[in-house]
């Protein structure tokens, strides 16, 4: 957090750690947060944890009833934990605060059965890119077999009350992800072998379906964030708010509103606030700060209540006019008693801060949110694929009109990131030839649209195979002229390669080809053919020589190769081509190049 550009006298004020969850689809970030919730209400008076939006609050009191000896009150001072309610990357990369992450740490949650999974890669590599500390969660240790559960018990004493082969199955499974953390890039052990948190990954044995390891997991984000965070958690409470934008939503009486994470600072609903929007930033005025009922109520209604004002670090609904071009991921500035001008450049040089380097040629891209969009992006910059035009927002038809202006038929595609496709966009696409792909997870997005990039480069290999003139060796048979001239027509043996009608015909003088004719047609038991294969004896029809002179029973010709062929098919299309192909090819480029070394190169 950077030092408060306010009042040098205020006093700063620790706010609350936001805890961001990520993993795999299925490895249990939400039933994992549903049991930290759930724990703490258990744990604390009805409403002493305080769900807010897109996030919920557990005071440090609470924190220390269910960690129970692992959490001393006294050893902290700071409030406790925000945790980010919609778990996964694609929430964690909304989040942004002054160009970086806004989570302060993160839980990655890896299933102990199935172990690093291709989102679980994903996460870490986002994680990595923004430099964010986290700890494991190894979940469902409940599942591993014969393991005899007790609610809510820490790791090592729910490990210490397992059989033996319940324990070692479960170390084997554990130690395979820190094998598989060591593979990513990072040192990790179970966490109660590390000593330097910030240079090692923790990994917790939880369960969150029986809460085993809740109240370590919960100690160790406590001891990280008290021991690692505790400067970059100071703020200036009276200083105007700073935030980002979770979701932008339609709510009842209120029109358009967004869910804002607030994490510097205060905002009342008095303020003007200048919000990233897709143009331009938009200045408004608040005219309602919105927070739901306490944990009890919004589990059966969702009810919101005004309040005055909120501070960081919390989770908002903020109703302003205007705000229908709001993007989640953007910034939200209070004004205060700052020239607008000047909020209105900080906020502009934030969104400037996200920058997806474009091409003249490549793909149209659309995401839901800024975040989604730099991390799709860099996933696609990673597999070297080149973007054309990247915005947020649902696929409209001017889209699919920019992605209609590509030369490459690659490149005429839409990739659409958690966004909708306006019906009349997938009309004109349809109608333009325009691929469109939509997918949540984007590495399921980049792996469709490659295989749609393979079947074209497949289809254009065809094509040009079928085009192109395919290296020939064939011989004429003894006994086998059935006619001299106008055209010659001789019984012929394939030697190699492929045959083709209406190819020219050369015969070798030492290592010069003299064009003979031109082969016309391909006869096999009577039948025409388009093609005869190495073995296939078949009468062929060369128009221009005379059996006899040009050519001869016994002669060994070749299909003649234009030097620009010859070229794509050593260089481009070797592995498309038969073994006897490449063999034919080999030799007649032999011959052509005892003359001249770089012929066909």
């Known amino acids: 957090m950077a030092e408060s550009e306010h009042d040098a006298d205020a006093t700063p004020a620790l706010r609350t750690p936001i805890v961001a969850v990520l993993g795999h689809v299925d490895h249990g970030k939400t039933s994992l947060l549903d049991r930290i919730r759930g724990t703490a209400v258990s744990e604390g008076e009805a409403g002493a944890i305080t769900q807010h939006i897109g996030s919920t609050a557990v005071p440090l009191a609470v924190i220390s009833e269910i960690a129970g000896d692992l959490v001393d009150p006294e050893d902290f001072d700071l409030p406790g934990l925000l945790f980010i309610d919609t778990p996964g990357h694609h929430a964690f990369s909304t989040l942004r605060a002054r160009g970086g992450a806004l989570a302060d740490i993160a839980i990655l949650v890896v299933d102990v059965t199935d172990g690093f999974q291709p989102q679980t ?36 004493a729910a490990i210490d009350a397992q059989s033996d082969r319940a324990e070692s199955t479960l170390n084997e499974r554990l130690y395979e992800i820190i094998g598989q953390l060591s593979d990513a890039g ?31 997991l919960l100690t160790v984000l406590m001891g990280l964030s008290q021991r690692y965070m505790r400067d970059e958690m100071a703020i200036d409470v009276e200083g105007p708010g700073a935030g980002t934008v979770l979701e932008v939503t339609e709510t009842q009486g209120f029109g358009t509103t967004v869910d804002a994470v607030v994490y510097d600072g205060t905002i009342t609903a008095e303020d003007t606030i200048v919000v990233g929007g897709l143009n331009e930033p938009i200045v408004t005025d608040v005219r309602a700060l919105l927070k739901p009922k306490p944990l009890a109520e919004i589990r059966t209604e969702r009810e919101f209540e005004r309040v005055d004002s909120v501070v960081a670090a919390d989770g908002v609904k903020i109703a302003a ?14 004004v205060g008693d700052r020239p607008v001008e000047d909020v209105v450049s900080e906020v502009r040089a934030e969104l400037a801060e996200v920058t997806v380097s474009t091409a003249e040629e490549g793909l149209t891209v659309k995401a839901d949110t800024l975040g989604s969009l730099e991390a799709l992006a860099d996933s696609l910059e990673d597999a070297e694929i080149p973007i054309m035009r990247a915005e947020v927002g649902d696929v409209a038809p001017r889209d699919v009109r920019v992605a209609e202006t590509a030369n490459e038929p690659t490149n005429r595609a839409v990739l659409a990131f958690g966004v909708d496709v306006l019906d009349d966009a997938a009309d004109l696409a349809e109608q333009e030839g325009v691929e469109i792909f939509e997918h949540d997870v984007i590495y399921r997005l980049i792996e469709a649209y490659e295989d749609h990039v393979r079947a074209i480069e497949e289809a254009q ?42 190819t020219h015909v050369a015969k070798f003088e030492g290592d010069e080809p003299q064009r003979v004719g031109l082969l016309k047609s391909i006869q096999d038991e009577g039948e025409d053919v388009d093609e005869a294969s190495q073995g296939d004896r078949v009468a062929v029809s060369i128009d221009g020589p005379t059996v006899g002179r040009g050519i001869a029973e016994g002669d060994d010709l070749w299909t003649e190769l234009p030097e620009k062929h010859a070229k794509i098919l050593e260089q481009e299309l070797r592995e498309d081509i038969t073994g006897g192909e490449r063999e034919v090819l080999k030799q007649y480029l032999e011959k052509r190049r005892n003359r001249d070394p770089f012929w066909g190169k």
């Open 461 to 502: 290999q065809e094509q040009v195979l079928e085009n192109i003139t395919r290296p020939a060796r064939f011989r004429i048979l003894a006994d086998h002229t059935f006619r001299q001239s106008d055209p010659a027509v001789v019984g012929v043996e394939i030697l190699g390669g492929l045959l083709r009608r209406n």
């Open 186 to 216: 990072f040192s990790a052990d179970m966490y109660w072998r590390v000593t330097d948190f910030a240079n090692n990954v923790g990994v917790v044995p939880v369960s969150a379906e029986t809460g085993e390891g809740i109240p370590d």
């Open 321 to 334: 006019p205007d705000l229908d071009d709001a993007m989640a991921g953007a910034p939200v500035r209070v």
């Open 121 to 156: 890669e994903e996460a870490v590599n986002i994680l990595s890119r923004t430099e964010t500390p986290f700890v494991v969660a190894a979940n469902k240790i409940d599942t591993v077999p014969g393991w005899n559960p007790t609610e809510g018990l820490p790791s090592q």
